[in-house]
C-alpha cells in the first residue's frame, strides 16, 4: 500500500514562493506517476500539475510557467515549486498518485491520496 505524505504549506504574500514536498513510501511507490492536485473553500478539487515515472509533465494551462513541478531520481519524492504567488492560489494541496502511471489532471485517475497541506497567500 502506497502513502503519501504532505509537507511545505505555509503562509505567504503575494509574489512569494513556496515549495511543496510530497514523500511516497510502499511497495513499487517509484511506478506510480505522481500529480498535485488543489482545491480551495467552496470550490472542487483540480488538478495542477503532474509527473510520470518517465520524467513526462503536465500542467493545468493557468498556472504553467509559474508552478514547476519534479520529482527526486529515485521517483519517490514529489515537489512542487510555487513563484509569484496569488491570493487565488490559496488552498490546500493535496500530492496524488496514480497505480497505471498515468499522466492525467483528473482525479478519478488517482488512486492514493495525501492528507494535504494548506498554503494562504495573503494580500
Known amino acids: 500500500q502506497v502513502q503519501l505524505a504532505e509537507s511545505g504549506g505555509g503562509s505567504v504574500r503575494t509574489g512569494g514562493s513556496l515549495t511543496l514536498a510530497c514523500a511516497a513510501s510502499?511497495?513499487?511507490?517509484?511506478?506510480?506517476?505522481m500529480g498535485w492536485f488543489r482545491q480551495a473553500p467552496g470550490k472542487e478539487r483540480e488538478g495542477v500539475a503532474a509527473?510520470?515515472?518517465?520524467?513526462?509533465?503536465i500542467y493545468t494551462a493557468p498556472l504553467k510557467g509559474r508552478f514547476t513541478i519534479s520529482r527526486d531520481n529515485a521517483k519517490t519524492t514529489l515537489y512542487l515549486q510555487m513563484n509569484s504567488l496569488k491570493p487565488d492560489d490559496t488552498a490546500t494541496y493535496y500530492c496524488?498518485?496514480?497505480?497505471?502511471?498515468?499522466?492525467?489532471?483528473?482525479?478519478?485517475?488517482?488512486?492514493?491520496w495525501g492528507q494535504g497541506t494548506q498554503v494562504t497567500v495573503s494580500s
Open positions: 509527473v510520470n515515472t518517465g520524467g513526462r509533465t
Open positions: 510502499g511497495y513499487a511507490a517509484n511506478t506510480y506517476s
Open positions: 496524488a498518485a496514480s497505480r497505471d502511471n498515468r499522466l492525467s489532471l483528473l482525479r478519478n485517475d488517482y488512486n492514493v
